[in-house]
């Protein structure tokens, strides 16, 4: 490796030495503060993303420097650092050791940020395990918590048994074409009339690594228990970055595929419309916030799955632009959750949410956009969203996703509405506030304004990723 | 000289805006009840001023009479346009004035007022942009603007049922609007494909050529959206309960207003972009008017809640609108649109009245009210005008949009119009047995129950205020309606020939 491919892997490797750094400084001197370095230390990952150009176009034939990968670099070390802001009071009262978690979530980061500028098998493997090995960790951070052991316990078996079908794929893939390295790896399972069977196994055994990775149905069940069970802000960032950054490296890894994908499109069709179906009736019933957010959480990965499933580069502008939105809103989500809990209890259940909205009227109203967001509504940035997946279908002759897309779109509003009826038409007797912070609130402000502001006016927004999707 | 000033200055963005800027203020205030109120009440008047001052100053032409047009979202061919004629400068001028009467009647709001004014303002911008939008998804995003809103206003102040009855008002508006949203975006990529123009401008989109099939499918969708809102039988389910338990200014706005936003979402939009299919609907469109013209009547009679009556007899009303538009000529389209502007007014008023009553009695059922003549005789004479105006007493503002609707359905279907001048009859029985059970007779249980000799206090000065102007409208409108038929006139016939006379 020379000099310019390190120069190159810059962000990466100022977030891994942070992370180390924190991790033996925090040995020696423990203190929740470490957590405020962890913010810092993202945001320079990500600022030198954005301003250091890169020297090579690719590093070590495993991972590219080109601007989608950067710009997905900068987008994860943003969600880093704002998860990290909305952790501090959260590690304050539930006694967390600051200087380990800031340098999980470092790592994690990093690891998101790997899978997204991966360009070989090789490159998304090592990604994909970089963070969900930490995953295991921050899930069940809270050591005498049984639900958070149960969780993580849930997603290690999970990931386990996703991390094998990954690898034996991979394995598939390079013995039927000989190289690890993107276009040339699929290149090698063309032959006459199609894609070999081997290569065909392959591709759907990593389907079934994706799958569970991003929860898609019908290997979604993991999901509400570990949300339910992992500390609220890294649900959130469970439920932004971990996937968002699968999706991200699928988007090359579908573009590497070329015409190929024609033999995948029926399974991904199934994966998209059972994802929309099945979360969807999995969520109307729900009464626990952080389940109801699980369960829709698989509806937006089937919207994700129409945009891959028809591909080019104005499909995939709208996945990243549907990305962003969903990320966006599940973080504000999640954030406002973590600013309620208190020192024993975290609120869940829509119970304890009832009348909150006249007690804390801003963080419930951050809370409601952020719901009403997720669910389409203009002119919240969720709307726009929605409306280039659609778009994106009818033209890719998907009618069919569309329609189950809308419908999934009305039933959501039962889902998402559920929360806001008990927030703010049911009244409470007991009046406990729930005090936040002020970086809680920051990120929460910083959160809310993104919706509407991009809700808005998302030209910029889309001038960028015009620049910047392949 | 006004044509000089108008311009240079981006007039319709500021009638637009306005109500959201006092929205914003609202918000910022939300400590003091009283700065809210008159924030609301300031808003809605210079919105009123504003509008007033776009009717009287603007001349009665055919076609567009103001325009705007700015870039937006220029990757997905989506503009900031809008654009006013003669029809939406009448909406427009209607939604200015019930604004201020619904700021006016909650006057006393005690429970979070800053949020109540808020809201209303935020619904005006809503109304508003949809009376103005030219642009299809700028009329998407407005037509859900006024959504949420409204799902709060019901939600949070209504009365008992009122989360049943926001998530029902809700859900069917939404399940409309979702099938108008693929419509726009099929109808946006056919005509991209066509022409290699990916564009939403309404006037670009009309040029679209569509096989009959597909035209009459988006067509479907456009009208579900809007026919859902109007309401037409069967899709009116939503809109008793939603006026039953919404607050005055909430059964004001819905009635008043939104009602409207779907008629003008079929004339605007669905008529013109789909001609064809729109000729072939329009039988189907008259039976289901009749049906509910007599369906709503049946209904409305049997209610004892006065608010219940009176959104059953909206669905009736809106029954006479739907049916002159379906008869497809100058007349009915005028007696329609007429009909539909004298509709929000005198329902308006009863709405109002309706809750100074329920302020008062604390009921609206028809069994334990009665007698309220003898306490409240200034109260009761507005009611009963309001009344006779909504049952369509000649000289009243009703009477004059349906007779000319009936006049116009009688040229094209003459038994339609005659079975349809029999709904007339059914609406004077209900509407006079909510007087007779209200004003007249002996008294009712509510005041035997109630305060000592059933003393309640007449009129106030802010209600005093608040109904007269209300009063001369329906007068005026009853007397002289040419003012308001003017401005529509020359857009209505633009409109025929372009969804082409049959």
């Known amino acids: 490796m020379s000099v310019f491919e390190l120069q190159s892997l810059l962000p990466q490797i100022i977030l891994a030495l942070g992370a180390t750094a924190i991790l033996m400084f925090g040995a020696w001197f423990p203190s929740r503060k470490w957590i405020l370095g962890g913010v810092f230390v993202s945001l320079l990952a990500g ?70 500028s991966a360009t070989s098998l090789i490159g998304l493997f090592l990604g994909l395990e970089a963070f969900t090995l930490v995953f295991y960790i921050l899930i069940a951070f809270k050591r005498d918590d049984s639900r958070g052991a149960e969780a993580g316990l849930k997603y290690l078996v999970m990931g386990a048994v996703a991390t094998g079908f990954l690898a034996f794929g991979i394995s598939l893939i390079y013995a039927a074409s000989g190289s690890f390295h993107l276009p040339e790896s699929f290149a090698g399972l063309q032959q006459a009339g199609g894609m070999r069977a ?60 070329g015409p190929l994908k024609a033999e995948l499109n029926q399974i991904l069709w199934v994966l998209a419309a059972l994802s929309m179906l099945a979360g969807t009736f999995a969520a109307l019933p729900q009464r626990n916030l952080k389940r109801m957010l699980a369960y829709s959480s698989v509806v937006h990965m089937g919207y994700l799955m129409i945009s891959l499933l028809v591909g080019g580069p104005e499909a995939h502008r709208a996945l990243v632009f549907y990305l962003i939105a969903y990320t966006i809103a599940t973080l504000g989500a999640f954030g406002v959750l973590s600013s309620f809990s208190g020192v024993d209890d975290e609120p869940q259940e829509y119970a304890d949410f009832r009348g909150l909205g006249y007690l804390h009227p801003r963080r419930s109203t951050v809370l409601a956009a952020c719901l009403l967001s997720l669910a389409g509504i203009p002119p919240l940035v969720g709307f726009f969203a929605k409306f280039g997946i659609i778009a994106a279908a009818l033209r890719g002759g998907y009618p069919g996703l569309a329609v189950i897309a809308i419908l999934a779109a009305l039933a959501s509003l039962y889902y998402y509405l559920a929360p806001i009826v008990v927030l703010f038409m049911q009244e409470r007797d007991a009046r406990e506030l729930r005090r936040g912070c002020r970086h809680e609130y920051f990120v929460l402000a910083l959160c809310f304004a993104a919706i509407l502001l991009l809700g808005i006016y998302p030209t910029p927004l889309l001038d960028l990723l015009a620049g910047v999707v392949p | 000289m006004i044509d000089s000033v108008l311009t240079g200055f981006p007039i319709l963005s500021l009638v637009l805006w306005l109500p959201f800027l006092g929205t914003l203020l ?12 008159w924030l609301a009440l300031l808003t809605t008047l210079s919105v009123l001023l504003v509008a007033v001052g776009l009717f009287v100053g603007l001349p009665a032409e055919a076609g567009w009479l103001l325009s705007e047009d700015y870039t937006w979202i220029p990757s997905f061919g989506i503009r900031y346009s809008l654009a006013l004629d003669g029809i939406s400068l009448l909406l427009i001028c209607l939604t200015a004035v019930l604004q201020v009467a619904a700021v006016l009647i909650s006057w006393k709001q005690k429970e979070h007022p800053a949020l109540f004014y808020a809201l209303v303002l935020v619904l005006e911008t809503g109304i508003i942009g949809v009376f103005l939008a030219t642009d299809l998804i700028l009329f998407y995003l407005f037509w859900e603007l006024m959504l949420i809103p409204m799902l709060f206003l019901i939600g949070v102040w209504g009365h008992e049922n009122r989360v049943y009855a926001a998530l029902k008002f809700f859900f069917f508006t939404l399940a409309g609007s979702l099938c108008l949203l693929l419509a726009i975006i099929s109808l946006y990529l056919i005509h991209g494909e066509q022409t290699g123009v990916y564009s939403f401008a309404f006037e670009t989109l009309k040029q679209t050529q569509l ?25 009116h389910t939503w809109l008793p309960d939603a006026h039953t338990e919404a607050p005055a200014a909430g059964s004001v706005d819905l009635a008043g207003l939104l009602l409207k936003t779907g008629i003008y979402g079929l004339i605007r939009f669905a008529f013109p972009l789909f001609p064809h299919a729109a000729q072939q609907s329009l039988p189907f469109l008259v039976v289901l008017a009749l049906i509910g013209i007599f369906y709503a009547a049946w209904i409305a009679y049997a209610q004892t809640d006065i608010k219940r009556v009176v959104a059953y007899s909206s669905v009736a009303h809106m029954g006479f609108v739907i049916l002159g538009l379906a008869a497809w000529n100058q007349l009915a389209w005028e007696g329609a649109l007429l009909l539909m502007v004298n509709h929000g007014v005198t329902t308006g008023g009863l709405f109002i009245l309706i809750a100074m009553l329920q302020e008062r009695t604390g009921s609206r059922d028809l069994r334990l009210l009665g007698g309220m003549w003898k306490s409240l005789p200034f109260f009761s004479a507005f009611f009963l005008l309001f009344c006779l105006a909504s049952l369509g007493l000649p000289g009243l503002s009703n009477f004059a949009g349906e007779i000319l609707v009936l006049l116009g359905t009688f040229g094209r279907w003459p038994l339609f119009a005659a079975l349809a001048a029999a709904g007339v009859i059914f609406s004077a029985a209900y509407m006079l047995r909510v007087v007779q059970g209200t004003l007249w007779g002996p008294l009712g249980q509510v005041c035997k129950l109630g305060d000592k000799g059933c003393q309640h206090e007449d009129l106030g000065r802010r209600e005093w205020l608040l109904i007269i102007p209300l009063a001369l409208l329906v007068i005026w409108l009853g007397l002289y309606p040419t003012p308001v038929l003017e401005p529509m006139r020359g857009p209505i016939s633009l409109m025929l020939q372009a969804g082409g006379l049959p």
């Open chain 1, 198 to 257: 081997l290569g065909l196994v392959g591709w759907a055994m990593m389907l079934v690594a994706i799958g569970f990775k991003v929860s898609l149905a019908p290997f979604h069940l993991w999901t509400p228990d570990v949300y339910q069970g992992a500390p609220a802000p890294v649900t959130g960032l469970l439920a932004t970055g971990s996937k968002g950054a699968v999706f991200a490296s699928l988007i090359p890894l579908f573009g590497a595929l």
């Open chain 2, 211 to 235: 096989s009959s099939g597909v035209e009459m499918l988006l067509y479907l969708g456009f009208v579900l959206a809007f026919v859902v809102k109007v309401p037409l039988f069967p899709f």
């Open chain 2, 26 to 37: 609202c918000l910022l205030m939300r400590h003091s009840a009283v700065a809210c109120r």
């Open chain 1, 47 to 116: 600022l030198s993303a954005g301003l250091i150009a890169p020297a090579v176009p690719e590093v070590a034939n495993l991972y590219s420097v080109g601007s989608y990968a950067r710009f997905f670099v900068m987008l994860w070390s943003l969600l880093g650092a704002l998860s990290l802001l909305l952790s501090l009071r959260y590690a304050e009262i539930h006694d967390l050791p600051g200087s380990e978690y800031a340098a999980l979530v470092l790592f994690a980061i990093c690891g998101m940020g790997l899978l997204s």
